[in-house]
């Protein structure tokens, strides 16, 4: 199990895409879970309402999605179990496209940045971390 969630190929690509995604989520989760870059901060974050009712209770699902990014964030940019840190991303990604900027496509409060943000996340989760990453050397490089 181990080594299928470090297995990762030798593709240059994915580096850039590790960084420029896991450096935008750490900013996000930081400003969620510690209220850094003028964020709302964990209990306020807690207290919004989730993006659909059946997401009870809503502090958990809007906790779960701050530690979510942040977590992610940090994995993907390490390199280090790159798919579940890009799992966690997509699954944010989703949530937030579906029940937060839908239908609305572009920015302010569109969707085309967590769209981007989405593929990104999916480019990870299927080709795994790349060169310069944990995974890599977790795998012996192979």
Known sequence: MLRRLVQTGSSWPM????????????????QKVLGTFNGPGF???TSFPTPFPF????????????VSELVGGILVLLGLFTRVGAFLITFVM???IVGVHWPNFFAPAGMELAMAMLGMSLALLIGGGGQLSVDRMISGGR
């Open 15 to 30: 580096v850039p895409l590790r960084l420029a995604l896991g450096i935008d989520f750490i900013g996000h989760g930081l």
């Open 94 to 96: 989703i949530v937030a």
């Open 55 to 66: 997401m009870r209770p809503a502090w958990l699902w809007m906790g779960l999605a701050a």
């Open 43 to 45: 209990a306020k974050f």
